[in-house]
């Protein structure tokens, strides 16, 4: 699958991202002749943060390359995404350019933050084919996707968009009416002009504005959004006590709204003076780079939930994995080969960095942990047979650090079966990041009646599971290390 991109800034770079860390082959447009810098500055820190996000493997990277016309650019790609500046009769001229050389079946998305898709199809020759596709940045982290088409719009164009925006993990959220800015933008601007008058009126700066926000409210609209966080301020009686509570108040005078300050030269250097004094220590790139390693520990935090943006990542996993991503392991009962089983395969995420800048050491057992998981699947330990009154515990577990992992390596576990018979599991795990080999990780486990919690022994299809294994993987060599203490000499 091909998109084109048609403007390479902060929000077509972040484009470009999503799409090629997805598996699809893009290529962009931009005159600017820094754009091939500043794209492969924002796929760095894509390349960085993006598959840390994602517990399966993502999708092999596609390729990226740029062009010197927009039809070129444009020609048998599914989506065609303009983000060009927000002036309309730019957008109208690319959209001419764009339809003449494009596939008529191809969906072209305009990430405008404002405009109308009445405004944005003004003379349009497929009117129908153009449609609003408004991200929030860095959108190669932010799942939201405003779609918003026309009232005539064949549905079919939407769903399909919608499709396409969930491949590559977004949430498209359908706007059933146009409106100017949409929804999210049109929230924003009542809190960004509220700020304004705050600052300009002395009240706060723009770092005190930022604390408020994000220790306070801000986390609470991370994973509830407003009306569900109000919901619960309402207590037992729920929203319609908070709004026979706090209704009354929207009669006060408290937020200035439509009423806007003047924007003149003193409000600018007000703002920006505050601005530099709150972050001037960083660049824009550790800016960047600080935001993304906060929103994939905030984002994977929700994973372990199911909840908001997590429960969004969960659900994109199990897509990933259904696809057939690379390296999944079949069912034990499909295991032909008479090698270690893959059992995990995933980038490491930026959260699981230590003060050293490498992987935690608490990580590595996490990983080896969802391998143990990954395996009891495979051999039918699931999560039906667990709700059925069986599992395994771990008994015993060591851990060998052999070679650093960083932020972005991909690493793969592969599990040996050292013995599986009758109420015992005996795993040995081998980690490694490429080609080389990080960690080892040897695990004793026992089956449980979870009704008792005493050792118990497996039902038949987990029995006969292990013993397939054990047959494939019993002409193999004990692997170095097993059965080793700590502090063992070599």
Request: with cysteine; aromatic share 6%.
């Amino acid at each position: 699958m091909i998109a084109a991109i048609i403007g390479g800034g902060v929000i077509g770079g972040g484009w470009a991202a999503r799409f090629l860390l997805h598996g699809w082959d893009v290529r962009v447009f931009d005159p600017d002749p820094e754009a091939q810098r500043k794209i492969g500055e924002v796929l760095d820190n894509a390349r960085r943060s993006l598959p840390g996000l994602a517990d399966v493997p993502m999708p092999a990277e596609g390729t990226l390359s740029y062009h010197d016309t927009i039809e070129e650019t444009v020609a048998g790609a599914a989506w065609i995404q303009e983000s060009v500046p927000e002036r309309l009769d730019i957008k109208h001229q690319v959209f001419a350019t764009v339809q003449a050389a494009c596939d008529p079946a191809a969906v072209i998305g305009s990430s405008t933050s404002g405009f109308r898709p009445s405004e944005l199809r003004q003379g349009a020759v497929r009117e129908g084919q153009i449609i609003v596709a408004h991200p929030f940045n860095p959108v190669y982290l932010l799942p939201l996707v405003e779609l918003v088409g026309g009232p005539a719009d064949d549905a079919a164009l939407i769903a399909r968009a919608s499709e396409i925006m969930r491949g590559i993990g977004m949430y498209p959220l359908h706007i059933r009416r146009e409106i100017e800015a949409h929804i999210a933008d049109r929230l924003l601007e009542v809190v960004w002009r509220e700020a304004l008058w705050l600052v300009k009126d002395g009240i706060a700066t723009t770092e005190e504005i930022d604390n408020a926000i994000r220790y306070g409210f801000g986390l609470r609209w991370a994973q509830m959004g407003l009306f569900e966080t109000y919901r619960i301020a309402g207590g037992e009686a729920g929203m319609k006590h908070f709004l026979a509570q706090f209704g009354p108040t929207l009669a006060l005078p408290w937020c200035k709204l439509t009423d806007v300050p003047e924007y003149d030269d003193d409000l600018v250097d007000l703002i920006a003076g505050q601005s530099d004094a709150q972050s001037g220590a960083w660049t824009i790139r550790e800016l960047e780079r600080i935001r993304d390693a906060n929103l994939v520990a905030m984002m994977r935090a929700l994973k372990q939930q199911d909840w908001g943006a997590g429960a969004l990542l969960k659900a994109h996993d199990l897509r990933l994995r259904d696809a057939g991503g690379a390296g999944e392991a079949a069912p034990a009962d499909g295991i032909a080969e008479d090698g270690p089983v893959l059992t995990l395969s995933q980038t490491v995420p930026l959260d699981w960095l230590d003060y050293n800048g490498h992987m935690n050491e608490s990580r590595y057992l996490e990983a080896f942990a969802s391998a143990t998981d990954r395996f009891m699947e495979l051999i039918g330990c699931d999560a039906e047979y667990i709700a059925a009154g069986g599992s395994y515990f771990t008994v015993e577990s060591h851990l060998r650090h052999l070679d650093e992992a960083h932020a972005g390596d991909v690493i793969t576990i592969h599990t040996r079966l050292l013995a599986g018979e009758g109420r015992k599991m005996h795993l040995f795990h081998t980690m490694r990041a490429g080609e080389r080999e990080v960690a080892t990780g040897e695990h004793f486990l026992l089956h449980v009646n979870l009704e008792t919690r005493r050792p118990s022994d497996p039902g038949p299809q987990v029995a006969e599971a292990l013993a397939r294994i054990a047959a494939a993987q019993g002409g193999l060599s004990r692997p170095e290390g097993a059965g080793r203490a700590v502090g063992q000499r070599p």
